[in-house]
């Protein structure tokens, strides 16, 4: 089995729900700009980091994704040592399934031909 392995650095950023306007009677949505950077990165990332992996469209794929977040700056000494001893989590946003959907909807027919793969 192969696997690949990269590094975004900084901290997380989940999938930004997309902004929906009209012009001339049709529907259009826009991605956050700060999604969209956030994805260019992610691509960048993984091509600079694994340069020509690309696993083929008759392979299913597992993704394990291992977010780094900061502790809140309002939280109490003592839950903020519970934190670093890693015994509790900070509850921040973004949740598991927006960091999720960012990285398969940057890596799509970069790393993979299609997230359904996953």
Not at 56 to 65: C, D, N, P, S, T
Not at 103 to 117: G, H, V
């Amino acid at each position: 089995m192969d696997r690949v392995k990269f590094i975004v650095p900084g901290e997380p950023y989940g999938k930004g729900r997309p902004k929906f306007s009209t012009a001339g009677g049709f529907a259009r949505a826009v991605t956050p700009e700060k999604t969209a950077s956030y994805e260019n990165l992610i691509k960048l990332e993984y091509q600079a980091q694994c340069p020509g992996q690309r696993f083929e469209k008759e392979h299913a794929l597992g993704m394990l994704i291992t977010a780094y977040k900061p502790i809140p700056s309002s939280t109490s000494r003592k839950k903020s040592r519970l934190m670093l001893d890693r015994l509790i989590y900070p509850g921040k946003k973004p949740d598991w399934d927006n960091i999720g959907k960012i990285y398969c909807d940057a890596l799509n027919k970069i790393a993979f031909f299609d997230d359904t793969q996953i």
